[in-house]
């Protein structure tokens, strides 16, 4: 349907042939494909490798496997509307992909550390921030670039983010201090994928005033599969290590 009325606009879609488009339109066309491909990967990957882990910890497997799983539909809706429209880029299905996977990203912190009913805080303080954090950057996507509203809602959805990293160093510090080793290890790699990895987002935003909107698209692709499903493989790695070595390692209890 959307091909059709492209057609019926005029509008000529992207080729798979490298050569028939420019060549950041044809980058950018298959990290979208590489995006669908490695985020449907990841999810069956951790969808899998569920019932290899000690029972306590499947709940975070299957939330990793489902941020993948999502962001898989969402790549190939976006690979979809990118290449038929001609090359326009799919924000509002960015964004949507974003209002979901990014906090089932941010609750695997209070999953891991069993935090129980103290936990429910932290898990309410991680959600809400990260809705506004999406709902603000919309805005100011959506809006005139360099107008005052795109500034507000900018630096808005900044605070936000760093709020959010205020939630993991400082409230969850000394949580994340007092798990078991292999686990701590995993949640402090887990915490540098929000300070840093996240840090692109804000970044490429600002690649809007230049006007490098198919070169944002491109760190905005491979910053997500590292994003996500890098972050489910660490969050894998310190479940496993303690599943394996349940009966020697201690577990603190909160």
């Known amino acids: 349907m959307f091909a059709l009325l492209a057609q019926a606009a005029g509008v000529i879609p992207l080729s798979n042939d490298f050569a028939a488009n420019t060549p950041l339109q044809s980058i950018t066309l298959y990290l979208f494909f590489a995006g669908t491909v490695a985020m449907g990967a990841g999810a069956l990957y951790f969808f899998l490798l569920r019932n290899n882990v000690d029972p306590i910890y499947r709940s975070t497997m ?3 496997g489902l941020v993948c799983a999502i962001a898989c539909f969402h790549y190939y809706k976006m690979t979809h509307v990118y290449q038929e429209s001609g090359g326009q880029f799919p924000t509002a299905l960015r964004y949507i992909d974003w ?11 209070p999953l891991l550390l069993r935090m129980g009913e ?11 921030l990260d809705v506004v954090m999406i709902v603000t950057a919309f805005i100011a ?5 360099n107008s005052e509203r795109w500034w507000t809602f900018f630096l808005v959805s900044c605070v936000c983010e760093a709020l959010i990293v205020g939630v993991l160093y400082m409230s969850l510090g000394q949580a994340i201090a007092e798990a ?6 995993s949640l402090e790699t887990m915490r540098l994928f929000v300070l840093i990895g996240w840090a692109i987002y804000p970044i490429g935003f600002l690649m809007a005033r230049s006007g490098y909107g198919e070169l944002r698209e491109i760190f905005y692709n491979v910053a997500d599969v590292i994003n996500k499903v890098g972050f489910g493989l660490v969050a894998y790695h310190g479940i496993q290590a303690m599943s394996h070595g349940h009966s020697s390692e201690p577990k603190t209890r909160y």
Do not use: C, I, Y
């Open 62 to 64: 299957v939330v990793a």
């Open 99 to 109: 209002l979901f996977t990014t906090p089932l990203l941010l609750v695997k912190f």
């Open 118 to 128: 103290r936990g429910t805080k932290f898990f309410v303080q991680l959600v809400l």
């Open 141 to 145: 996507e959506t809006s005139p670039v």
């Open 180 to 185: 078991p080793a292999p686990l701590a290890k």
